[in-house]
C-alpha cells in the first residue's frame, strides 16, 4: 500500500514538472516570428511552382499572388497572442499536495492496517457459503462457475434470473444469449430469453422478442410462452382475432392451478372488450409481465427438479423463489419433497431452512 501512494506522489510530481516545461516553452515562443508569415510565402512559392507546371495559367497566377500577398500583409501587421502561462509553480505544488492529502485522509478515516483481500479469495469464500452471500457476490461466484463449466447452459441460467431480480435485465439477457449458444435445443432457455427481451422493452413484443419465439416453437410447438407473446404481437400489429385465437389456445392447456391462467384470462377479457391490448405504464416494464416472467422461470426450474431431483442448489433456490412469491402451500411441498431427497444431509437441509424462513 505505501508503495502505491509514493508510485501516486511520483507521477503527480511528474504531472506537474510536465505544467512546468510547457508553461516555459510557451514563455520563451513569446517574441518569435508569426508562423502565419512562413505559410504564406510557402504558398507564394508553389504558386509559381504550379505556373512553371502548367497548372496555372498567368492570370491565375497573377489573381493567387496578390491575395496570398495581402494575407502576408494582414499576418506580418498582427502581433502574436502572447501565451498565458499563468502560475504553473501553484498548478505543481497543487498537483503535488493532491496525493499527500489523500494519504493523510487515508490514514486517519480508512483502515491501513487491514491486510489485502484479493478477488479469488473472496470469491473462495463466497462459493463456500452461498447462503451467506450477497446477491452481487452470488452472481460472482455463478460467473466463475459459467466459466469453469464452459458447455454448461445451467449457471448461465441461474445467473440470468439473479439479475433479473436485481433489475438488471441486460446482464440477464447476455446470460441466456450465451446459455443458448451451448444449449441451442433449449425452449425453456429460449422463452426466457424472449420474456426477458419483453420486459427490457417494457412490454413490447419487438422483432428481435418475436424472432426468439418463433426459435422457441420451432424447438417446442406446444410453448405457452411462445404463443402467448406472439399472439400479443399479433394484436399489437392489428390481428385481433389472429392473436385471441393463440391465446384461447393457451388457456386451454394451462392447468387450473397455474398462477399464469387468471392472468391470462384477463387480458382475454379485456382485449375482447376493447378490441385492444389494456394500457401500460410508461414508467417500468409491466407488472402482469413480470409476474409471468418470474411465474414462468420458477415452474421451469420446478419442472427440471421433478425429472432430475439430485440438485441441491436448484431445491433451495425454489424454495426460496416460492416464498418471495407468497406461495405458501408450493413452497411447503417443495420443502417437504427436499427434506425427503436428502433426510441424511444436514448441511443441506439447515440450507433449505434457511431458505423457507424461521416459520418452517
Do not use: C
Request: charged letters at 25%; a neutral charge; proline letters at 7%.
Amino acid at each position: 500500500m505505501i508503495g502505491f501512494w509514493i508510485a501516486a506522489i511520483l507521477l503527480a510530481a511528474g504531472a506537474g514538472a510536465l505544467v512546468l516545461d510547457r508553461s516555459r516553452r510557451a514563455s520563451s515562443s513569446l517574441g518569435a516570428p508569426n508562423p502565419d508569415i512562413a505559410v504564406y510565402r510557402r504558398a507564394l512559392a508553389e504558386v509559381d511552382d504550379l505556373v512553371d507546371r502548367d497548372l496555372l495559367t498567368r492570370d491565375e497566377q497573377a489573381a493567387t499572388r496578390a491575395e496570398v500577398g495581402r494575407r502576408l500583409l494582414r499576418a506580418a501587421e498582427r502581433p502574436q497572442a502572447p501565451t498565458r502561462s499563468g502560475r504553473p509553480l501553484l498548478i505543481f505544488l497543487v498537483a503535488l499536495a493532491a496525493p499527500v492529502l489523500a494519504l493523510g485522509l487515508y490514514l486517519v478515516l480508512g483502515s491501513p492496517a487491514a491486510s489485502d483481500q484479493p478477488f479469488a479469495a473472496r470469491l473462495a469464500v463466497w462459493r463456500s457459503d452461498p447462503e451467506r452471500s450477497s446477491a452481487p457476490e452470488l452472481a460472482a461466484s455463478l460467473r466463475a462457475v459459467a466459466a469453469e463449466r464452459p458447455n454448461d447452459p445451467e449457471p448461465l441460467q441461474r445467473l440470468a434470473m439473479l439479475e433479473l431480480s436485481l433489475g438488471d435485465p441486460d446482464a440477464a439477457i447476455h446470460a441466456l444469449r450465451q446459455a443458448t449458444v451451448i444449449a441451442p435445443q433449449r425452449a425453456d432457455l429460449m422463452a426466457m430469453l424472449g420474456e426477458i427481451l419483453v420486459l427490457r422493452a417494457r412490454g413490447q413484443v419487438d422483432p428481435d422478442a418475436q424472432a426468439v419465439f418463433r426459435r422457441t416453437l420451432a424447438i417446442d410447438p406446444a410453448s405457452a410462452t411462445a404463443q402467448f407473446y406472439l399472439g400479443r404481437a399479433a394484436i399489437t400489429a392489428g390481428d385481433v382475432t389472429g392473436g385471441l385465437r393463440s391465446w384461447r389456445a393457451v388457456l386451454a392447456e394451462l392447468a387450473p392451478t397455474d398462477p399464469r391462467r387468471a392472468l391470462l384470462a384477463t387480458d382475454v377479457e379485456a382485449v375482447e372488450r376493447t378490441g385492444a391490448l389494456p394500457s401500460q405504464e410508461s414508467e417500468g416494464p409491466p407488472q402482469a409481465d413480470l409476474s409471468r416472467a418470474i411465474a414462468g422461470m420458477v415452474d421451469s426450474l420446478a419442472a427440471r427438479l421433478a425429472a432430475h431431483p439430485r440438485d441441491p442448489p436448484g431445491w433451495i433456490r425454489l424454495v426460496r423463489a416460492y416464498g418471495v412469491l407468497g406461495e405458501s402451500a408450493k413452497q411447503a411441498a417443495a420443502l417437504a419433497e427436499a427434506r425427503r431427497y436428502y433426510a441424511g444431509r444436514a448441511d443441506i437441509l439447515s440450507q433449505l431452512q434457511a431458505a423457507a424462513g424461521p416459520t418452517r
